[in-house]
């Protein structure tokens, strides 16, 4: 099982970002994805989770500049991030809650990070 992200960059203050991750591989079904970032010298948060039924979950600090998406056929998850800050920058993490055979367990993958840097 692969996460590929895509969508990070450099934006200055008050700017627009999308990021998209795509789960590949071996996989029965997906369940939660969503987004996580780790800002230098701090730990990694979580940043916006979508379920599969499309439940919906945000850090406090983004909420009503952030969404997140899903397109379920396709095991995307994508990050719409609006009226960025620089305390937003970070690299961003996707993570997939994967169950590679109907018997198998849920397994938490993570994909390799996009750097996201606001200017002020």
């Known amino acids: 099982v692969q996460l590929q992200a895509s969508g990070g960059g450099l934006v200055q203050a008050g700017g627009s970002l999308r990021l998209s991750c795509a789960v590949s591989?071996?996989?029965?079904?997906?369940?939660?994805m969503g987004w996580y970032r780790q800002a230098p010298g701090k730990q990694r948060e979580l940043v916006a989770v979508m379920r599969r039924l499309g439940t919906t979950n945000y850090a406090d600090s983004v909420k009503g500049r952030f969404t997140v998406s899903r397109d379920v056929a396709k095991n995307t998850v994508y990050l719409q991030m609006n009226s960025l800050k620089p305390e937003d920058t970070a690299v961003y993490y996707c993570n997939a809650d994967v169950r590679t055979t109907i018997s198998s367990s849920l397994y938490g993958y993570w994909g390799q990070g996009t750097q996201v840097t606001v200017s002020s």
């Open positions: 591989g071996s996989i029965f079904r997906v369940n939660d």
